[in-house]
Nanobody, 113 residues
């Protein structure tokens, strides 16, 4: 059974940083094509960043140069390092495995002073 569990969300002031984690089980993690999505309040879910099993990355233009996706294959964990956060980054952030189309439950990120 594939399971993705996100953590690391919270309340942060504008300009602050957070690191999200997504622990995966039930998949061949080292080869997994994974991604982060987010759903702002009242809006549709949108792609944030992806990483293939070989380490190739792709980022949404709105967060490029502020967010960094990475993975620790030994820990079966996908990360999203978020810097210089803005109020418009407020959203529920989800982890996704593209091969099985499995989603995590999401973690809330709120950027507010």
């Amino acid at each position: 059974q594939v399971q993705l569990v996100e953590s690391g969300g919270g309340l942060v002031q504008p300009g602050g940083s957070l690191r999200l984690s997504c622990v995966a089980s039930g998949i061949a993690f080292t080869r997994a094509h994974l991604g982060w999505y987010r759903q702002p309040p009242g809006k549709q879910r949108e792609l944030v960043a992806t990483m293939t099993g070989r380490g190739s990355t792709n980022y949404a233009e709105s967060i490029k140069d502020r967010f960094d996706i990475s993975r620790d294959n030994a820990e079966n964990t996908l990360y999203l390092q978020m810097m210089n956060l803005k109020p418009e980054d407020t959203a529920v952030y989800f982890c996704r495995d593209f091969v099985t189309d499995t989603w995590g439950q999401g973690t809330q990120v709120t950027v507010s002073s």
